[in-house]
């Protein structure tokens, strides 16, 4: 607790020095404790310089993500009432789906700074070294199962607006919730669901978002399918800010869904890079050619293939073939 103060007084007076004797004084502790938590947030990975008879002053800050920098302008009523920050886990959408099963309000989130245990779409690993940002929201809307999916592409268009907003890059969705950005994956989503008859239980919407990680962290086989929101815009990314944006966005778009559902399919449409190409789409046991011609209103894929049958397809991969 006196750690977080003396963090939040040194983060308030950035660009001068703050004696150890005012921070002691302000805590109402010694300034031998005041020198221990300085030593403690250092080794947490602060940059923090000590001049004698001047005080202390932060110099650098870790890229870690903290509790008390997340909730301070969140602003956001529902997505991210309660926030579960780990510094590493399984896979946050196998916690959240537990918690979700034991009561935990709608809204809240699990976040962690690795993944041991991460998973993609259609069971496959999602990688997730430090640096990027790993996090599970638990949703319990009062709509039939059928509409589920559309949870799926409100996330993909929650998630593309933020980047948009905070990154300024323009991020597209290819079919169904890959978030690209040049062409290249930058972030995905993952949905689970716990229902009964035609009533949800709970969603689990997880959201990958690779942000600052060094690229060799990836196999090669997906490097090149690959990229970064630091490597798009030249610059490493504030987390906190964009995760901040992400929960906001999340926030209203899910609103937004519970009123209209339409809003959604129709922002999904301005925003997605998949209607319009030649496309393959595999992973059902088939593989299908032809062009994407649309979504219906529940979020599948219409392709017209080349004898022109219709075909409309639920869940898969998209690769949309280069013209
Ligand atoms: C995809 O295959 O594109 C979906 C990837 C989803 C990854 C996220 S990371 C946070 C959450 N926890 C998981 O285990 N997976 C999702």
């Known amino acids: 607790m006196y750690k977080e103060k003396i963090l939040n007084l040194l983060r308030s007076s950035r660009s001068g020095f703050i004696s150890g004797e005012e921070l002691a004084r302000i805590c109402g502790i010694s300034r031998t404790m005041v020198w221990k938590h300085i030593k403690s947030l250092e080794r947490e990975g602060f940059g923090i310089e000590a001049v004698t008879s001047q005080g202390y002053k932060i110099t650098t800050m870790p890229d870690i993500l903290r509790q008390g920098d997340i909730r301070p302008g969140l602003k956001t009523r529902v997505i991210g009432k309660a926030i579960h920050l780990l510094s590493e886990v399984a896979s946050t959408n196998t916690l959240a789906m537990e918690m979700a099963a034991n009561g935990t309000p709608e809204g809240t989130v699990v976040i962690a700074e690795t993944q041991t245990k991460g998973k993609g779409r259609l069971g496959r690993k999602w990688i997730s070294p430090k640096g990027n940002l790993y996090f599970s929201v638990v949703l319990r809307p009062n709509v039939p199962m059928h509409k589920a999916p559309l949870i799926t592409l409100m996330g993909a268009v929650a998630v ?157 991969d998209v690769t949309i073939v280069k013209k």
């Open 160 to 316: 593309a607006s933020a980047i948009r907003t905070q990154c300024g890059l323009a991020a597209g969705i290819k079919w169904p919730n890959d978030i690209l950005i040049s062409g290249k994956k930058v972030s995905g989503l993952l949905t689970e669901m716990s229902a009964e008859q035609d009533r949800i239980r709970h969603i689990v919407l997880g959201i990958g978002v690779d942000v600052n990680m060094e690229m060799g962290e990836l196999p090669p086989e997906v490097r090149s399918l690959t990229t970064t929101l630091a490597a798009e815009a030249g610059a490493k990314i504030n987390r906190i800010a964009l995760l901040q944006q992400l929960l906001r966005d999340l926030e209203s778009w899910y609103q937004k869904f519970l009123k209209n559902d339409a809003d959604i399919l129709e922002e999904w449409k301005k925003l997605n890079v998949t209607v319009g190409n030649r496309v393959t789409v595999s992973g059902m046991g088939e593989s299908l050619v032809g062009l994407a011609q649309g979504v219906d209103n529940e979020g599948r894929l219409i392709v017209r293939l080349d004898d022109g049958t219709i075909r409309t397809v639920a869940a898969g």
